[in-house]
């Protein structure tokens, strides 16, 4: 770029993503093989053990959409894009949310029962999830602090009209994001017909699909508007994550939970339950969840600033003649 060359940092951090990326990419073909030829590994198995064939066509999807963007936000990052350098933020917190979701996730909900196999190596199966995720939150922190560094964020404004920095905090715009992303979600949820909890109550078929819509609408609407910095958007973001924080808890701790949760898992498409639905702990889960709920409204409340209307100075009076 011109006047001023790409930090070492920038650079470690492109091909980093770009080797994770190219991996990603491949695993998503080998799902999509896997998920192709199910038919015919499973005439030579026992198919009661055998992995729901929807499973492979779900992680290919999954697979592929990070493996798409990494390799986009690589490119970008090798040319110095200022949009690059916002797109990996976001892929930072995303890896952060999982990288700590996941081991919490596995303390609440632990790993299935599965038929002749060796406890010990269940359990150095999680601790070997445990440490890889967490890994992954470390690798995102990484770029999270080094990219918001205001000597290497220099490096991304080419193209940028000097005295006009962006009013839109760095943290906003990766929460924008983030909730744009996650609706892109949705419609792999109504394709494969997944329930819904509200509340407590288990939804399912077209009351579920009809949730599923407004909380992708929702996601749609605050992230634009966050993106613009609308007042109104900021408000109506906070008041979705505090919605979600009381649904969980009233979901997580009114009586019966194991059972609405047993409840839930039966009503998934037949492709996704397994023998041994594992068990449920009501209190870590909402430990988990209700916290990473907190962190946007946190950062929304204090940027609301930002989405304040810019006062124009007036203008200086004529000159008399």
Do not use: H
């Not at 209190?283 to 409204?297: A, D």
């Amino acid at each position: 770029m011109r006047g001023m060359s790409r930090p070492a940092g920038v650079t470690v951090i492109a091909t980093f993503s770009l080797l994770g990326s190219l991996l990603l990419f491949g695993l998503s073909v080998l799902m999509l093989l896997v998920y192709l030829f199910a038919p015919m590994l499973r005439s030579n198995v026992n198919t009661s053990a055998a992995p729901p064939q929807a499973a492979f066509l779900v992680s290919f999807f999954f697979l592929l959409a990070p493996a798409v963007w990494g390799l986009t936000s690589s490119i970008g990052l090798y040319r110095s894009k200022r949009w690059a350098r916002i797109s990996t933020l976001i892929f930072s917190g995303i890896l952060i949310f999982m990288g700590v979701l996941t081991p919490l996730f596995l303390l609440a909900i632990p790993l299935p029962e599965t038929p002749r196999a060796d406890p010990a190596i269940m359990s150095r199966l999680k601790v070997f999830l445990t440490v890889f995720y967490l890994l992954l939150a470390s690798i995102g922190a990484w770029w999270m602090i080094y990219l918001t560094r205001p000597k290497v964020k220099e490096c991304f404004m080419t193209g940028v009209a000097q005295g006009e920095p962006s009013r839109r905090p760095t943290s906003v715009s990766v929460i924008a994001w983030i909730m744009i992303v996650s609706a892109c979600f949705v419609p792999i949820n109504l394709v494969m017909s997944l329930p819904a909890m509200i509340f407590g109550s288990v939804v399912t078929g077209w009351y579920a699909k009809v949730l599923m819509i407004l909380y992708s609408a929702a996601l749609l609407l605050g992230g634009i508007g966050l993106l613009k910095l609308n007042s109104f958007a900021r408000n109506f973001t906070i008041g979705y994550f505090l919605f979600g924080i009381v649904n969980g808890l009233v979901s997580y701790f009114r009586p019966g939970s194991e059972e609405r949760m047993r409840q839930l898992l039966e009503a998934m498409p037949a492709s996704f339950q397994t023998p041994n639905p594992p068990s449920f702990n009501p209190f870590i889960f909402s430990m988990m969840m209700i916290p990473l709920m907190l962190v946007p409204v946190y950062f929304l409340v204090r940027n609301r600033r930002a989405f304040e209307p810019v006062s124009v100075p007036p203008p200086p009076p004529a000159a008399a003649d």
